[in-house]
């Protein structure tokens, strides 16, 4: 059976926050601190957009506007609407365009997770695992949506409307 790459990686992101959890459940009974959302959640995130891989807070947010980018042209050419407004109020089309947003941004989650998680080490030397898990897909999902949304509506509000038969 061959593995793919984006399985390999999910593997990997699985393995790694399997192994640090135990002591993320450790440090909430010691301390009764659930951190996530906590004062010191938002302290520390000041602190990682000034430490080791604060790059990657322009990195992986520019790879998911040039993946959204990507993303809205072909869905102008597949004649299909914007993706935020196809997630909200499209039904038929729904599945679609969130089974190709999970395709077209999978590694690149799961790489963002793990960006965070070493972040996380080399900064400060524990691991908070759910932090990690809501902080690298809402840098990519968030550039990636908007992006895909707003290419879809620039490009349609350029493209020439066609005139109708017999109009002069």
Known sequence: MKLSR??????????????????????IIQTGDPYLFTRQFFA???ARLTGAGKF???VQPMVAVILGVRYG??????????FLTMLAFHTSHRRHA??????????????AILLDILSQWLIFREIHPAAAIILGPVLISVPYSLAR??????IRARRPRATAAGSV
């Open 44 to 46: 520390d995130l000041a």
């Open 149 to 154: 949304e707003f290419t879809n509506r620039i």
């Open 6 to 27: 984006s399985s390999i990686l999910l593997a990997i992101v699985a393995v790694v926050l399997l192994s640090v959890v135990p002591g993320s459940i450790r440090r």
């Open 56 to 58: 990657r807070f322009i």
């Open 73 to 82: 042209m072909k869905d102008v050419h597949a004649n299909l609407p914007p």
């Open 98 to 111: 969130l089974r190709t947003a999970v395709r077209d941004v999978c590694d690149l989650v799961a790489i």
